[in-house]
């Protein structure tokens, strides 16, 4: 199985808009360092086959598939409907060019209705355009496109978001991003997994978001071999956080690929 991060930071990327300049705020990334420049968070996984999952259509979505030269997909998952997770649904539609159906799409029940409120006319077509994406709920999914999916629901502040894992001819790939807590449900969705990407925004805690302890944390609970950290802001500078974490930890960034 092969992991590709489509994008690595925050709800407002890294650099921010603005700054004294215009030319954006990098706050303490050295923008000098390409895997500083962060789009909002996506990752995507493939298997041998080419069979590719897509989690998340952010809001970067079009440039990340470009970007990555990524062609088609076999089924799109959300996490929840924050904007920087889902408003690029819209560029899925170059990717229904083809196909004999809509691209299966899979979420929790309080997101898929959700979805279903802000972009009805992309699961039921519209003035003569047909549907983009079938929705329907995770409560029953087992398998798609060859991987088998697990899946559990994780607190994000006073909210939730959905975190997921994926398995293939015996590995796997798992992705939590936007949680405030570690559960028990999340420790044993998550326990032995070979790569684990991560939310972690920042060092000090957050009311909404993983921090670095958290994320470590987690990893250690799991027993994973590879941590992959991932939503990271302005203040976490690529080359410092790599010399800053443990060894089995990967500091993530636009357009790493790592195979499980």
């Known amino acids: 199985m092969k992991l590709i991060m489509l994008g690595s930071g925050t ?27 962060r789009t909002r968070v996506s990752i995507l996984v493939e298997n ?14 079009r440039a990340q598939l470009l970007a990555n030269k990524i062609p088609s997909i076999d089924a799109v998952f959300w996490t929840h ?19 004999g159906g809509p691209i299966p799409g899979f979420a929790a029940s309080d997101t898929v209705r959700r979805l279903r409120q802000r972009f009805g006319y992309v699961f ?16 029953r999914l087992r398998i798609v496109a060859g991987f088998g999916v ?3 629901q994780m607190a994000h502040g006073p909210g939730e978001t959905t975190g997921f894992r994926f398995e293939c001819d015996g590995k796997s790939i798992a992705y939590a991003t936007d ?10 969705l998550f326990d032995g997994v070979d790569i684990l990407v991560s939310d972690c925004l920042r060092r000090d805690p957050h009311p ?39 060894d089995f930890v990967t500091v993530g960034y636009d ?3 790592m195979t499980a």
């Open 11 to 37: 709800s407002t990327g890294v650099p921010r808009v603005g700054g004294p300049d215009g030319m954006g705020d990098w706050g303490d990334c050295d923008p000098d360092e390409p895997r500083n420049r």
């Open 48 to 61: 041998d086959e080419g069979k590719r999952l897509l989690i998340d259509t952010s809001s970067d979505c």
């Open 81 to 99: 409907d924050h904007a920087d997770h889902c408003h690029g649904i819209d560029d899925l539609r170059a990717l229904r060019y083809g196909r």
């Open 124 to 139: 039921a077509g519209q003035d003569g355009y047909p549907t983009i994406i079938s929705l329907d709920t995770l409560d």
């Open 150 to 152: 697990g899946w559990c």
């Open 179 to 188: 949680f405030s807590a570690i559960s028990d449900r999340m420790v044993d």
């Open 208 to 246: 909404t978001h993983a921090h670095l302890e958290m994320a470590i944390e987690l990893a250690e609970r799991c027993s994973t071999e590879r941590l992959v950290l991932s939503h990271l802001d302005k203040s976490m500078d690529y080359q410092t956080l790599v010399d800053e974490v443990p």
């Open 255 to 257: 357009g790493l690929e």
